[in-house]
């Protein structure tokens, strides 16, 4: 418990913590003993911000009565703060729900190991976790062309300020250049909520565990295909039926994720070097946190 300071999170009954409040800044250290919960306070915040991640990739950014007000009035303007709440309402209301699953899989453990946990939190409560639109949205848009109602319309979509507009230019007549490449409002609607699950992202919450920063510790696993297949293959068959069900061990996901981050920034070094000397770089190193890795 951080005494009057601004309570973010409240939690109940998870393994050794019978009460907690825990406020998160940019940087948040969990220090303490052996067995005072660090661990579980750090995963379960973890498992709340995937979720906002695993929400944001399932949402509907655009629903057939928006396709249908884009192609009868000609122009659509969708407030980018309201896109926020509504993702941040729906992985807020679906996490307290759901608590005890989502929880009992990040750790990837059975659910009777968190039957009666409590949480108290909301997303609104961290100014640091927004939604972000890359400005670069706006060219995807600018070659694609309509047909409705018997008429020709290019697509346009300008970010201005908290605000997305989108806006239908005639073109009149029949324009064969672009035939093959119109799109009808099924198409539409697929489309654009494909654009803005893949170019929206929220504030990335990156997980580093101390106990495990020796990197030699999983040498044998920083091949990030060879991770990825592990851990299909592992959820896979323990998933299967309890008669033939096989003993795979899989990491806690904050693991695999802290292992993915790791293959991520130390290919990302090797792909800027690679390129900033024109040659194929055997041997880099990687500076992170002031500290240093090597390959």
């Known amino acids: 418990t951080i005494e009057g300071a601004y309570k973010m999170i409240n939690i109940n009954n998870l393994g050794p913590i019978t009460n907690g409040n825990i406020e998160l800044n940019k940087l948040s250290i969990f220090i303490g003993e052996s067995g005072t919960g660090k661990t579980y306070a750090s995963y379960t915040i973890y498992s709340m911000f995937e979720h906002l991640q695993k929400i ?43 608590r005890t699953e989502i929880i009992a899989s990040t750790f990837n453990v059975p659910n009777s190991f968190f039957e009666n946990i ?25 070659n694609e062309f309509i047909e409705y109602d018997d008429a020709f319309y290019k697509l346009n979509l300008t970010i201005d300020s908290n605000i997305i507009s989108l806006k239908l230019t005639s073109l009149g007549g029949d324009p064969d250049s672009v035939s093959d490449r119109l799109l009808d409002s099924k198409k539409l609607k697929s489309m654009l909520n494909n654009w ?32 990825e297949e592990y851990s299909d293959l592992s959820m896979s068959l323990n998933n299967t039926p309890n008669d033939i069900k096989l003993d795979v061990a899989t990491y806690p996901k904050p693991i695999s994720s802290y292992l993915n981050n790791l293959n991520n920034w130390i ?17 880099s190193t990687v500076n992170l946190l002031k500290g240093k890795f090597e390959i």
Do not use: C, M, W
């Not at 108290?120 to 927004?130: E, G, Q, R, V």
């Not at 070094?269 to 194929?280: A, G, Q, T």
């Open 118 to 142: 409590k949480i108290n939190y909301s997303y609104s409560d961290f100014p640091n976790i927004k939604l972000n639109i890359n400005p670069v949205l706006s060219l995807f848009v600018e």
């Open 56 to 98: 944001h990739e399932q949402f509907e950014f655009f629903s057939k009565q928006n396709v249908d007000d884009l192609l009868k009035d000609h122009h659509l303007s969708i407030n980018y703060n309201e896109l926020q709440n509504k993702i941040t309402t729906l992985a807020e209301d679906s996490f307290l729900k759901h």
């Open 196 to 227: 803005f699950q893949k170019l929206t992202s929220f504030t990335n919450l990156i997980y580093i565990p101390a106990e495990r920063v020796g990197l030699h510790v999983f040498k044998d696993e920083l091949n990030k295909s060879r991770l």
């Open 267 to 283: 290919f990302r070094d090797v792909r800027i070097l690679s390129r900033k000397n024109n040659k194929k770089q055997k041997i």
